[in-house]
Antibody, heavy 121, light 107 residues
Framework: EVQLEESGGDLVQPGGSLGLSCAAS????????MSWVRQAPGKGLEWVST????????YYADSVKGRFTISRDNSKNTLYLQMNSLRAEDTAVYYC??????????????WGQGTLVTVSS | EIVLTQSPVTLSLSPGERATLSCRAS??????LSWYQQKPGQAPRLLIY???NRATGIPARFSGSGSGTDFTLTISSLEPEDFAVYYC?????????FGGGTKVEIK
């Protein structure tokens, strides 16, 4: 059974930094692309970033490009998201999701329960 | 960026009724369209991928259809546990995008 468990969410001041982690189990982590998807309070889903299984290919939403960095440690089965220069509009529940799809990164087939990041003074 | 427009925003139905949800893309996404269900306080769950394939463990009352720009999620007979928010998502082009959601509520 695929399990994804996020951690690291917290209250942080605007302009601050925060790092999130996602511990994965139940599948071949190094063979799977992974993503972060966020959801602002009462709003819809927004894709944030995707990283290939080998860690060589990264993709970012324009809203976070240059501020967020996705990475992974396949020896620890863990995905990370380093968030810098945080803004109020980054306030959201951040979900870690396993990516799959034929010929590309098409869908999110498993999700963690999410971790809340609040950016406020 | 491909914009996905879901309609209606809210669908008020009774248990046992048929639900038909629409997702329209601003340009073709081929068949790379997925549907997710989200209940309050829970993570989204993949229901349908590649427009018409049910994900593992998803009941047969859920079905998807469409290709190109117009897609439909159908719930043939609503069960009490189906009242939730449903999102479509395209996996054709970067950035990956979601629709705004359709809330299926009890009438």
């Amino acid at each position: 059974e695929v399990q994804l468990e996020e951690s690291g969410g917290d209250l942080v001041q605007p302009g601050g930094s925060l790092g999130l982690s996602c511990a994965a189990s139940g599948f071949t982590f190094s063979g799977s692309a992974m993503s972060w998807v966020r959801q602002a309070p009462g709003k819809g889903l927004e894709w944030v970033s995707t990283l290939s299984g080998g860690g060589f290919n990264t993709y970012y939403a324009d809203s976070v490009k240059g501020r967020f960095t996705i990475s992974r440690d396949n020896s620890k089965n863990t995905l990370y998201l380093q968030m810098n220069s945080l803004r109020a509009e980054d306030t959201a529940v951040y979900y870690c999701a396993k990516v799959s799809g034929t010929g590309g990164y098409r869908r999110f087939d498993s999700w963690g329960q999410g971790t809340l990041v609040t950016v406020s003074s | 960026e491909i914009v996905l427009t879901q309609s209606p925003v809210t669908l008020s139905l009774s248990p046992g009724e048929r639900a038909t949800l629409s997702c329209r893309a601003s340009q073709s996404v081929s068949s790379y369209l997925s549907w997710y269900q989200q209940k309050p306080g829970q993570a989204p769950r993949l229901l349908i991928y590649d427009a018409s394939n049910r994900a593992t463990g998803i009941p047969a009352r859920f079905s998807g259809s469409g290709s190109g720009t117009d897609f439909t999620l159908t719930i043939s007979s609503l069960e009490p546990e189906d009242f939730a928010v449903y999102y479509c998502q395209q996996g054709s082009n970067w950035p990956l995008t979601f629709g705004g959601g359709t809330k299926v509520e009890i009438k």
